[in-house]
């Protein structure tokens, strides 16, 4: 382990040397001011950078929206360019606790094994099976590796397998928006079919006559799943036929299968809502069936067993109940309970077998397996162990088996595959991911702690530390936080974070409100009129973590991204004294601006997420906090802003906007600094060691910065 001090101090040597050498091209560049008023609920607002929207909605000002963001990344390399070799070495020291020549754990699937594996210095992976047979030879379905060549970015997901194991669909997307094209490849002859579906949402749904494809299709635009549609082999697109069209423009959209194979279901959802839909997959041509029409409020999802449907909902129950019903009358008036609504346990999510039912839940802020046996009703807990973990089921395709595949891991234990026998309650370890090199799981401590926000309420912190790192307040410590779309962020293991540990840094997240970490009340309590708990309780769980003598003011950074981004601009308007940087990755800030746009993708989806602006009330409240209207004359934080310029979740032009108003109004000299990336979208690169460089940009930007000299330009 190199020491921090001494990388700094290299650093700092460097930069000195650059300062004098390069001055001029540490200028930031200055973004052009063109003023456009929005005038809504007799509120008018002046938006100088509305015009960086021209490069997506193809406008005049397009190709100089290039420019500036062009501008803005010679600038971030030109300030950073003394960490550039510290940002290989930390590369190459990420990439080095990779097992670069690696197998996944093999699932069976009607008597074929599928598993995909990586060779060493590939970016990408190969799909592959075996017959359920002694010595049998594999079959390399997809080789990612080769079908990526000359692609800057290139992701292949949705491999479904038709019934007769003879045909295979996959999605492709290639610029990084989401935006998949579905192919057809024959497993017997290699031959990949002409049929060719378009804008799908990249997976697909075999019916059993082995030639019928239901497929999610997408607005060009909006990028918004609107219809499902069925394709039959050999047929023209064009004549694909639209089996249902979403009315609600705030509803997701999707199509799946149950595992029995019996029943093809569609399922509409919004954040408040949903509907689902079924059909015989041995009749395709048929009718889909409404199961329950969509009632106000009122959430369900739908499992089926051999004899009878389970529903899981939250009608008359926050944190969902298992309801139950017959095969043949799945109306409301049918349900009855199967499992009571529990005030303190939100279920989550469900697994069904021939002979059992395994529900995952939450209850303290944690995740739980039980394990629920269909005849007796008997039930029980997996055990972990831990203080603070995360498990989860894992590839569970086939329903005839006493066997459950679940996932387990937490901020010190590497991700884990184990086979659990349902019947004799005997667990197998498969498979550990191995940190090449050697990982003393024992050199290094985690915890759960409280702190208490605002108004009263306890909030939930994971951390992990070395054990050689002072807790005198003199550590650096990174928080992060999502705090959206009931999302919770569990603690899991990274062998890329042990660089930041190792170098005595502390790793904390605070699972705020907003997420689902303390069941649904945690996720009501943090949306829509009361979202602002989200940002106060990220901002006590830094004065808590201060308080605690974990850190200092000085030497505490903040880190989010997408809605986690939207909290990093809140709470730097909000406290921005309170942390030395920010990291903000695709950061969703123009809160206003962009739920007033319905031609960008996805915003009618979030209304019930963050409001309609439309809406007077629901309108004031977003400006109130929406990062980019709220910048104001003051010191900020420094701050590291990346972005991808084909994103499909947070268009390129909210974190540059944000970054030109910043800068404008800012009255430090602070590091502010916009990275773009001009290939990639939302979920950054696609090569399983490339996205490790953009971490490495992020650790190089923390580890100088705890030498602020050394990067102290405006």
């Known amino acids: 382990m190199i020491i921090l001090n001494s990388i700094i101090g290299a650093v700092s040597a460097e930069q000195s040397e650059a300062k004098e050498s390069k001055k001029e091209s540490l200028s930031p560049p200055i973004a052009p001011v ?104 594999e079959e390399i379905l997809l080789d990612i590796d080769a079908m990526a060549e000359g692609y800057a970015y290139y992701s292949a997901t949705g491999f479904s397998i038709s019934p007769d194991n003879s045909l295979m669909s996959f999605g492709v997307d290639t610029v990084s928006r989401r935006e998949y094209t579905l192919y057809i490849k024959n497993l017997i002859t290699g031959e990949i079919y002409q049929d060719e579906l378009h804008r799908t ?88 069936q409404v199961f329950q029409p969509r009632i106000k409020d009122v959430l369900y999802q739908v499992t089926a067993l051999e004899d009878r449907f389970l529903i899981v909902t939250n009608d008359d129950a926050i944190n969902f109940k298992v309801m139950q019903c017959p095969l043949e009358n799945t109306s409301k008036a049918q349900w009855t309970t199967f499992i009571p ?117 306890r909030i939930p912190i994971s951390l992990v530390y070395k054990n050689s790192t002072k807790k005198d307040g003199s550590a650096p410590l990174l928080l992060y936080a999502y705090g959206s779309y009931g999302y919770a962020m569990d603690p899991t293991f990274s062998s890329a974070r042990l660089s930041l540990l190792d170098r005595g840094f502390i790793y904390a997240i605070a699972h705020i409100r907003g997420g689902e970490e303390m069941g649904r009340k945690w996720y009501e309590e943090g949306k829509m009129m009361n979202k602002i708990n989200t940002f106060t309780d990220f901002i006590a769980c830094g004065h808590y973590l201060i308080d605690q003598k974990l850190t200092s003011i000085g030497h505490l950074y903040a880190q989010g991204g997408s809605a986690g981004g939207l909290l990093m601009g809140a709470v730097a308007n909000m406290e921005p004294q309170l942390w030395n940087g920010i990291i903000a990755q695709v950061p969703f800030v123009d809160v206003v601006n962009t739920m007033l746009d319905e031609g960008i993708p996805l915003t009618t989806n979030e209304y019930d997420e963050w409001g309609n602006p439309n809406d007077k009330e629901a309108y004031q409240y977003m400006k109130s906090y929406s990062p980019y209207e709220n910048i104001e004359e003051k010191e900020y934080p420094n701050m590291l802003v990346t972005t991808g310029l084909h994103d499909s979740q947070v268009q390129y032009f909210e974190p540059a906007k944000w970054v030109a108003k910043l800068r404008k109004m800012k009255t430090d000299n602070h590091v502010l600094l916009l990275k773009t990336d001009m290939e990639y979208g939302h979920g950054g690169a696609s090569g399983r060691f490339d996205y490790l460089k953009d971490i490495a940009l992020n650790y190089a930007f923390l580890f100088a910065l705890e030498h602020m000299d050394s990067l102290n330009h405006k």
């Open 201 to 288: 949402s990249g997976s697909s749904i075999w019916a059993k006559d082995n030639k019928t494809l239901f497929y999610t299709s997408k607005n060009p635009v909006t990028l918004l799943s609107e219809k499902i549609k069925r394709h039959t082999l050999g047929s023209q697109t064009d004549d694909d036929v639209t089996v249902y069209t979403e009315i609600d423009n705030t509803n997701y959209i999707g199509v799946s299968k149950s595992k029995n194979g019996e029943y093809i279901f569609i399922q509409s959802e919004g954040t408040l809502s949903s509907e689902v839909l079924y059909l015989k997959s041995d009749h395709p041509d048929g009718d889909f």
């Open 34 to 137: 063109k003023p456009h008023i929005r005038d809504i609920h007799h509120d008018q607002t002046v938006d100088e950078y509305y015009w960086m929207n021209d490069f997506f909605k193809k406008g005049p000002d397009a190709e100089l929206v290039i420019d500036y963001l062009k501008k803005e990344n010679d600038y971030t390399d030109a300030v950073l360019k003394p960490t550039t070799g510290l940002q290989k070495q930390l590369f190459q020291e990420m990439k080095a606790r990779i097992q670069e020549k690696d197998e996944s754990v093999p699932y069976l699937k009607n008597g074929y094994y599928y598993y995909t594996r990586t060779e060493e210095g590939k970016q990408y992976f190969k799909f592959c099976r075996k017959k359920d047979q002694p010595g049998a030879r």
């Open 341 to 457: 609504h529990r005030e303190d346990v939100l279920v989550t999510d469900v697994d069904e077998f021939k002979n059992y039912f395994v529900i995952s839940e939450r209850k303290d802020g944690l995740s739980h397996i039980a394990v629920h046996h269909l005849t007796s009703k008997e039930q029980h807990y997996l055990d972990f162990g831990e203080v603070a973990y995360t498990v989860y089921p894992s590839t569970n395709v086939e329903y005839h088996t006493d066997k459950l595949r679940y996932g387990y891991t937490s901020l010190v234990t590497p991700s884990s595959t184990y086979e659990y026998h349902l019947e004799t309650k005997e667990k197998i370890l498969l498979k550990q991911q191995e940190v090449v090199g050697g990982y003393d799981v024992s050199a290094y401590t985690t915890e759960r702690l409280y702190a208490i926000s605002k108004d009263g309420v």
